[in-house]
């Protein structure tokens, strides 16, 4: 994933976007990135590693390096940026979030018809960034060549654009798929992935950006410069798992989706078998708790955290690259409560369920401090697609997916052409998936919280949300 964040200001501003930023921090672990822009110096710019240590230790000497009326930074999961372009549009600072999977269809077709070349990184791979700042300087104005751009990506391309004359451009993907919003405060505006980061900073709202929407930022005001595009295709994993708790998006808020998502789940299971035996109800941290909180709240079975995340040194799950690294570390964070896990019956409420790897451990981890029985939640619906539009998930064939995996074990190809059924947990098909994972996991029961649920949870209209990664339709 990634996040963004930027300020124009009358003021220097560079203090404001490293805590803007630093705010993103949950949207990515590969690297951060700062530009800046001065009268005096011109365009500046600062790139990190962070995969070993977080954006604020990285750049805690940056006030002392850069400084700026206007700025621009961002946590990234892909590619180092912001990139610094010289072209024809001018010298500007980029920033892209999102993902571009054609890339080199698009790198082939330019370098033969441009005959131009890129800074190639290890293995020969080239920054996206760069690649989208290339296709942008095809045309005449940033405003043509973000069009542009956008149109050709096969992914989804979220652009903030640091210009030699300290303004931002700042320009939503064309579906919408990501939030992009604005503030404004007494010296200038700030644009933000995050509506807490410019909260907290002392802006207050101003402007969500629709589809498509391009706009200037200056002191003196917001120009557009392309109005925003018909169709919407928000991703409802912004609520369901990796957006912000205190964020909110479209106008809805992220912890408060979650509350009612748990709700709507318990009111599905209320009078199943095995669920007035249960003693607590529990999130998988941290994401899962909200969900587990409105579950708990619903079914008035007591909430309680039978294991702790040790965060200290490991605040992320999903900071290792490899996938053996990645399961010893969630492992080695899991501290047991065994007071609240001995000889009791616990149902678990996890964000989603992708591969079960992990969950597998938990549940493991879960017997062995003397769980009697562990049932357990998902609160979206089984994840049938990897993304294609985003960069969420690190599966590299839908096959990873643990539903999809199922599915082809009990019947083959054929189940393909029933993959609605396989979500309903009423049908034969769906009840049959449920219980094969819940041999393998070890779960006492399972269930996925329904398209539908999540939807009224979001309490957006369908056709304003991508739910590609459930049920296939873009």
């Known amino acids: 994933m990634g996040g963004f964040f930027g300020i124009v200001s009358c003021d220097d501003c560079l ?29 500046q710019r600062k790139i990190h590693n962070i995969g070993n240590a977080p954006f604020r230790s990285k750049f805690e000497h940056i006030f002392e390096e850069m400084k700026g009326i206007s700025a621009i930074g961002c946590i990234s999961d892909t590619d180092p940026q912001p990139m610094l372009i010289r072209s024809h549009l001018g010298t500007y600072a980029i920033i892209l979030t999102g993902v571009v999977r054609n890339a080199d269809v698009l790198i082939d077709h330019y370098m033969n018809e441009r005959g131009g070349h890129f800074d190639s990184m290890t293995g020969g791979r080239i920054n996206n960034t760069e690649l989208l700042a290339a296709l942008i300087d095809q045309k005449d104005t940033f405003t043509e060549g973000i069009r542009y751009a956008q149109d050709q990506v096969e992914g989804t391309a979220s652009i903030l654009i640091l210009t030699e004359k300290g303004t931002i451009i700042c320009a939503r993907d064309k579906f919408g798929r990501l939030p992009m919003l604005i503030g404004k405060n007494e010296t200038g505006y700030a644009v933000t992935f995050e509506s807490f980061a410019y909260e907290k900073l002392g802006y207050e709202a101003e402007k969500e950006l629709g589809p498509g929407e391009i706009v200037e930022l200056s002191v003196e005001g917001i120009t557009e410069l392309a109005e925003a595009l018909p169709t919407k295709r928000v991703c409802s994993f912004l609520w369901s798992y990796y957006g912000y708790p205190t964020s909110t998006y479209e106008g809805k808020n992220v912890e ?22 249960l003693d607590y109800i529990g999130g998988v941290p941290d994401s899962g708790t909200p969900h587990a909180i ?24 999903f900071m290792p690259t490899n996938q053996s690294d990645r399961n010893k570390v969630a492992h080695m964070k899991q501290i047991p409560v065994t007071e609240l896990i001995k ?36 609160a979206c619906p089984p994840i049938m697609y990897g993304c294609k539009f985003l960069n969420f998930s690190r599966a590299t064939s839908d096959m990873e997916l643990i539903a999809r995996a199922v599915i082809d074990e009990l019947e083959g190809p054929e189940g393909m052409n029933h993959l609605e059924e396989y979500c309903d947990g009423n049908s034969e098909r769906g009840k049959k998936m449920r219980q094969t994972i819940c041999d393998k996991f070890h779960f006492a029961s399972l269930e996925f919280q329904s398209l539908e649920g999540v939807i009224e949870a979001i309490g957006l209209e369908p056709c304003e949300l991508c739910t590609y990664c459930w049920n296939g339709k873009e």
């Open 15 to 43: 203090q404001d976007v490293f805590f803007g930023v630093d705010y993103h921090s949950h949207l990515g672990t590969r690297s951060g990135g700062l530009a800046a822009y001065d009268p005096e110096i011109g365009l």
């Open 256 to 277: 408060v989706m979650r509350y009612k998502n748990g709700e709507i789940m318990a009111q599905h299971d209320a009078g199943k078998e095995g669920m007035e035996e």
């Open 294 to 317: 409105g579950y708990a709240n619903e079914s008035h079975t007591p909430f309680a955290r039978a294991f702790i995340k040790y965060t200290p040194t490991w605040s992320r799950s």
């Open 343 to 378: 000889d009791k019956n616990l149902l678990f409420v996890d964000d989603s369920i992708v591969r079960g790897t992990q969950l597998r451990e938990t549940v493991e981890f879960l017997y062995e401090n003397g769980a009697k029985s562990v049932h357990m939640r998902s």
